[in-house]
């Protein structure tokens, strides 16, 4: 709970820094490398995390990664190294994706299927949920056998379930 919070705090600022610089995405992109840096690369992580090793050091190592795109973005990162922060940056990266959805009014939405949907099966979603929603969606398909088939839409916390397997369950009950 306590990450999240800070995650909230760190990217509710960043935010901010990064609509006044017009940077939005760009710092976006070095926030997410960063994280997804740091949560495969176990050597990566373990020197961040190491009391050891002096803080002039990990950023001489964080301006050689990441500095070639802009240094000036740079010291955000630099930033939350200095705050002790490195260990939260999976809750700034998904907090900041928050607020940019929420700024675009652009809405996650995570479609399951028995199958993959054509472009044209995809597109016809995409355009049924935005005009009932009134935001651009941002769909991510998985694909699951056990449904059998018909689909399971989640927008949030609500979950639409057409599937097959769910009228099976409540024919079933009934």
Wanted: proline fraction near 1%; charge should be positive.
């Amino acid at each position: 709970m306590i990450k999240s919070q800070v995650g909230r705090r760190y990217s509710k600022a960043i935010f901010e820094i990064a609509e006044e610089k017009n940077q939005v995405k760009e710092i976006y992109e070095i926030l997410n490398s960063a994280m997804v840096l740091y949560r495969t690369d176990k050597e990566f992580k373990n020197f961040i995390l190491n009391p050891l090793i002096d803080n002039e050091q990990k950023k001489s190592v964080l301006n050689e990664i990441f500095g070639k795109d802009n240094s000036e973005n740079l010291n955000i990162l630099l930033y939350i190294l200095d705050k002790g922060r490195m260990n939260c940056i999976k809750y700034i990266v998904a907090e900041y994706l928050k607020i940019y959805y929420k700024k675009n009014r652009i809405l996650d939405v995570r479609a399951t299927f028995t199958k993959e949907l054509t472009d044209e099966q995809k597109k016809k979603l995409i355009n049924k949920l935005s005009q009932k929603t009134g935001k651009e969606i941002n769909l991510e398909i998985k694909i699951d056998k056990n449904i059998l088939g018909g689909g399971i839409i989640r927008i949030g916390d609500k979950i639409i379930d057409g599937s097959i397997r769910r009228e099976l369950d409540n024919w079933k009950r009934n």
